[in-house]
C-alpha cells in the first residue's frame, strides 16, 4: 500500500514538474510566469501537508511510554505548531508575492529601502516566543538529565548496569538476593547508587535485553568498553550517549508493560487491554538501539526492552535467570544460554 | 572560452606595454597565477570536479539503503566478487557516507563559496585591482591540491579511506594499534587505520589554504576599498563574505589544533583522547591514557560549528544581491541584514555544544548553549523577512539565476524551522542522532546553499568567462533539481521523527522501523534523479565555455561594481579607478528614465537618491 502511493506521488510529481518546465522554459513571459509561483506554491503546500498526513500513515513518532515521554512530546508538538504557523505564514506570503509581482510593463517597482518599525516588530515577536521557549524548557531537561539522588527514589528503584561494546549491549542485574538487602536498607541502595553499581559475584549478566518494571524507576549505569555508542530506547524517549571513561547515569519510568510469562519464557509485544487480558500489539516491541556511529555493526546493535507488569514478574524472571546462568554441569537437554531468551 | 583567453592575453599585454609587468609566462599566467580572478575560476573548477566525486558516493550508499543487501550492478563486480557476493561490506557503507560528507564540506562547499566566489567578486565588487596578498592567494589554492591528491589516496590504501564519520569522534577514530608489521591498524575498523592518517592530514592542508584565504580577504575589504566605497555601501556578497572570512580565521586554527592532536594519538602515542582507565577492543587493550574523548568534539565543534556558517553566510549575501537585481527594488533593511549576519556569526561562537547535548557533558552547560542555540533563529528569521520584504512589490524577472535564489529563500525557511526542533534539548532527546538532523543538514546545505551556487555561478557566468549560460537548460535543471531534491530531503524529516538512526547502513533490523523502509527506497529514487539532473547545469557551464552567446558588459543591468569591468575583465580589473557615489541598491529610483543606477554613475539633474544604502 505505501509503495502504491509512493509511486503514485512521483508519477504526479514528474508530470507536474514537466508540466511546469515546457511551457514556463519554453516562453519566458507572458502566461507561463505564473507558473513559477504554482511550483513553489505547491511545492510548500506538499510539505505542510506531508507533516500533517504523516500521522495517519503511521510515519510518526512511535507512542511515548514513559513519565517524561509526555514532557517530551508536549514540547515536540508546541515547537511544531509555532514552526508550523510559521511556516505557513511565510510560504502564504511567500507565494503571494511570487503571483503578485511579476515584471510588468509600466508599473514601478515600489522604491523603499524598507520600514524599520517593521523590522522592530518582527524582531521582537519572534525573539519573545524563541526566549520564552528556551526558559519554559529547561524544567523538562534537567528533569531527564539530572535525576535527584536520594534514599526514597534510590530504595523504591531498580539499578542496572549497561555496557556498550563493538556491537552489543552488556547487560548486568544485581541478583534478588542484593534488591532484598535494598528493601532492608534503603541507603544501601542509594550507596550502590552513588558506587556505580560495583560488580558482584552474584549479579545477573545479559546481553542484549534490559528489563524494567512498570510504574518503577530503572537507573542505568552506562558505560562502555571501546567506543563511543549511545543508548536508545525510541519508546521511552530515552537516549545517552556512553563515554569512554566515563559512567553516566541515565533513567526512565515505563508506564506501560509490554511482556508476559509463558511458562518460563517471557514474551513481548503484547500489552494489557481495558478489560485486563493481555492482546498481542506489534507495537508493543521494544527495542534497544545504538545512536552513535560505532563501526561495522552500528546498525545490529539490537536488543530487547521487556517491561514487567509487576514487581514479583520482574524477581520471578531475575530468579530464573540467575538459575540459567549457574549451571555448573553440561545441560542434559537443550536449554536456552545465560539470560532469558524471551520472544 | 577563446575568446576570453584572447582577452586575457591582449590586457595583459597591453598591461606590459606600460611597463607594469615583464611578460609572464603560460604557468604563470593560467597555472600558479597571483591574478584573483583566475585563482577563484581555479577553485571554481575544482569544487565542481569534487561535486560530482562527493554526490557520486552520496548515490553509491543511497542504493544499499533503498535496495538493503541488493548485488551492486558493475561496481560490485569489481570490488567485491567473493564468497559474500557483489553486495556492500559494512565498512565500505561507513567509509562512504563519511568521505560523502568530508568531501562536500572541505572540497565542495567550502572552497566553491570562499574560493571561487570570495576570490572572484570582493576585489571587484569592492573597486580594487586584486586582493592584498596576491601571492599568499595563489598558495591558498594550491595547498588544495595536497588535500586532495591525500584525500584521493586514502581510497586506495590498506583498510579503505577514512569511515568514522566525518565528525571523526575518539576513540573510534583515533586509537591505533601498532601491528609488528609495521602498517597502521586500529582496532575499531579498518578505515581508522592509515585511511584517518591520510584524512586528518588532508584536512589540516584545507584548513590551512582556508586560512591563509581569510587573512587575505579581511585585510582586503578593510583596506582596499575604492574611493567612496565605505563599509556600508559594500553589496551584501561582500559582507557576507567578510564575515564569514572572520569566522575562518578565528575558528580554524581550533581545528587544525585538534586534527593535530588526534595525528599524534594516531602516530606517536600521545594519548589526548584516551580516558585515564584505558580501553579494550576485543582481545586487545590499549594502556592507560591521560586525556578524554569528549574534548575532540569541544574541539573539533568549536570550528565545526562556526564551519556550518561558513557555509551559508556567503550564499545568503549572494541571494540579496541576486533578488534586488532581478526584483528591480532596493534592498529591505540594509543595516538589519549586515548586522544579523553579524548576529549569525557572533552567536555561531558559542553554541557548539548543541552538537553534544547527549554526549555526556554536564546537562547545565547544555542549557546554556540552549539558550545561546535558540536565539540563533532570530536573525536567520530577520533575513527572510526582509527578502521577503524586498520583492514585496518588485517587478520579477523569473531568470534562472533569480529561480536558485527564490529556492534558496524557501528552503532556507524548512531548514531553518527545522533547526529549532533539535534546539531544544528535551526534544534532541529523541531526534539527535536520527535521519532528522539528516533533512535539516541537507536542507540548509544543498536545498539552500547549494541553490545558492547555482544561482551565483548563472548569475557571475558572464562576469567569469564573456558568454552567457543557457536559460532554458538552467531551467530545465531548475526544475528537475527542486523538486528531486525536496523528494530526497523531506521524507527525512518524517523517518527522523519515526525515529530512524543515521549512519545506519542495515535500515532493516529493527521492528519499529519496518514500516518507514519504502520511504528509503523512494528517498534513493528520488536522489539519483537530482543527482543525474545535475549533468544538465555541468553541461551548460561546459557548452556555455565555448559556445554561450557573447555577453555584455552588464547584462542584468545591475548596480554593483563587478558590472562596470569588462566580461571578462582584465588585469587590474576595471579602466579607470573606480568612484562610488552610493549604495549598491538604488533600483527603480522615481523620476530616472532606467530602472537601475549604478554604484559609479552620475545622478541626472532633477534625481534625488540617498548618499548611503539604509
Redesign the interface.
Known sequence: MTYAIIALLTVATLIYGLYVVFPAALKPSGKGVKRWAYLFGITLITEILVFALAPLFGWWLPPGRSTYSGDIDLLFYVILAVTGATFIGVSIVYTYVLFKYPSQEGRPSLYSHGNIKLEMVWTAIPGVLLFLLAIGQIPAWLKVKMPTLDEGSAAQALQVEVVGRQWEWRVRYPSSEHLERWRSDPRAALTDLRRKLAPQPDDVRLVNELHAVKGERLFIHLRTMDVIHSLFLPQMRLKQDALPGKTILAWFEPTEANCQRVGDTWHTGVRKDAKGNWVEDPLYKWEIACTEFCGSRHSLMRGKLFVHETREDFEAWLKLAAARQRVTAPPTEAKPGAGAAGQ | MGQWVVNMSENLTHAAEHGHHEELSFLQKYVFSRDHKIIGIQFLFTGLLMLLLGGGLALFFRIQLGWPGAEIPIIGKWLWDGPAGRVMP??FY?MLFTMHASVMIFFVIIPLLTGAFGNFLIPLMIGAKDMAFPTLNMLSYWFMWPALIVILISFFVDGGAAA??WTA????ASVTMPSGSGSLRA???PGSGIGQVLWLLSVIFVGVSSMMGSVNYITTIINMRAVGMTMFRMPMTVWGMFITAILQAFALPVLTVALFLQLFDKTIGTTFF????G????NWTTGP?GG???LWQHLFWFYSHPAVYIMILPAMGMVSDILVTF????????K?MVLAIAGIAGLGFIVWGHHMF???MD??L??GF??AT??I??PS??K???W??T?????????TSM?NA??F??MF??GG??G??MA????D??I???YYIVAHIHYVLFMSTMFGIFAGVTHWFPKMFGRMMN??VG??HF??T??AA??TF??M??LG???T???????T????LQ??Q??N??IS??AFVMGFAQLLFLGNMFYSLFWGEKATRNPWRANTLEWTAPSPPGHGNFDVAPVVLRGP?E????DMDT?YLPQTAEVPAGVSV?AH??
Open positions: 559494512p565498512d561507513n568514522s564519520g569522534y575518539p576513540t573510534i582496532p575499531s575498523q584516551l580516558p585515564p582507565s580501553l579494550s577492543f576485543g591514557g578524554q574523548p569528549l526584483a528591480r527594488k532596493p534592498l529591505f533593511g540594509y538589519p547527549q554526549s555526556g546537562p547545565r547544555g542549557t540552549m539558550v535558540i536565539m533563529a532570530l528569521a530577520v527572510t523577512f526582509n521577503l520584504g520583492l514585496w512589490g518588485g517587478n520579477i524577472t523569473f531568470s529561480l527564490l529556492a529563500v524557501s525557511v524548512v524551522l527545522s529549532i526542533f531544544a534539548t528535551p526534544v532527546v529523541f539527535h542522532d536520527t536559460e532554458r531551467k530545465i526544475v528537475i527542486f523538486i525536496n523528494c523531506y521524507p524529516h518524517i521523527v519515526g525515529g538512526p543515521r549512519r545506519y547502513f542495515e535500515p533490523a529493527f521492528d519499529y514500516h518507514l519504502g520511504i527506497t523512494f529514487i528520488s541598491y533600483y527603480s529610483v522615481p530602472d540617498p544604502a539604509h
